[in-house]
């Protein structure tokens, strides 16, 4: 299971919100290229980036910065999030070489798009599945939808998808653990990898993730977002990667 760190953009800073309010930013570096370059040389397996400004616009606002942090980190695979919604801009990232995008918006509202994504870059698609109490929200998560995560995940199998990135709005940036009991319900019914988002404060809660995996058949999740505590310090990355090793084996190549 990996620990996967985070950096959100908005104009042109890392930050991170509380429950994804645009309002309520807090910035931790003025430099995102440096944060990337620092997360890769404390041995981040994966770095997960989102562009904010994107997700709200419907389009990409932070690519040249994030092909500058690609270019920065080049053994470390990137996957990205934030107004991917064509397959133009899909297309364009790839190029730049991000190793795997996160589709949500377009992916629920138009499910076809999904599969069509998915069967043209196999196994390089995330689903990005953000929920507001278990009903999903797109649009940088200022429409909620009638629809509950786990619904939507079913026969997702059958797409030759990355995984799943789901995230517990309510809880994200809060600092209040992770949601793992709605996590690994989630994995179990979809079937294919899930990483889990939003809340992770301190190992313990890496602690309680990993066991409930493992106390659940069919569990699939594979990874951890972690932003705030580990700018805030509640949790040390390192320590939080070896924790992980030592109790479920390292799995940094997926």
């Known amino acids: 299971m990996d620990l996967i760190p985070a950096i959100d953009l908005k104009d042109g800073q890392c930050v991170r919100l509380r429950q994804g309010r645009m309002d309520d930013a807090t910035v931790f570096s003025s430099d995102p290229v440096a944060m990337a370059r620092h997360w890769a040389q404390l041995g981040a397996r994966r770095l997960h980036i989102v562009d904010l ?34 397959e133009e ?35 390089r698609i995330l689903l990005g599945l953000d929920a507001r109490s278990g009903m999903l929200a797109t649009a940088g998560w200022d429409d909620t939808k009638t629809v509950s995560a786990v619904e939507f995940v079913k026969g997702l199998g059958a797409l030759p998808l990355a995984g799943i990135v789901y995230t ?18 989630l994995s179990v019914e979809a079937g294919i990898d899930v990483i889990a988002s939003g809340g992770l404060h301190t190992t313990e809660d890496l602690a309680a993730l990993q066991a409930a995996v493992s106390a659940q058949p069919g569990a699939r999740v594979v990874g951890a977002i972690t932003g705030r505590a580990i700018y805030e310090g509640t949790l040390q990355f390192a320590e939080g990667q070896a924790f992980l090793d030592r109790s479920c084996g390292p799995e940094s190549q997926r």
Do not use: C, W
Not at 56 to 85: K, T, Y
Not at 100 to 112: C, K, Q, S, Y
């Open 168 to 185: 517990d709005i309510d809880r994200d940036g809060m600092l209040q653990g992770l949601n793992v009991q709605a996590t690994v319900a």
């Open 53 to 86: 400004d994107g997700a709200f616009a419907g389009a990409p606002r932070n690519q040249s910065l994030v092909e500058a942090m690609v270019a920065a980190i080049p053994d470390v695979p990137v996957q990205l999030g934030g107004g991917v919604r064509t």
């Open 89 to 123: 801009i899909a297309e364009a990232y790839f190029a730049a070489g991000v190793a795997r995008l996160i589709v949500g918006t377009r992916a629920i509202e138009e499910p076809d798009f999904l599969a069509r994504l998915a069967e043209k870059h196999p196994h």
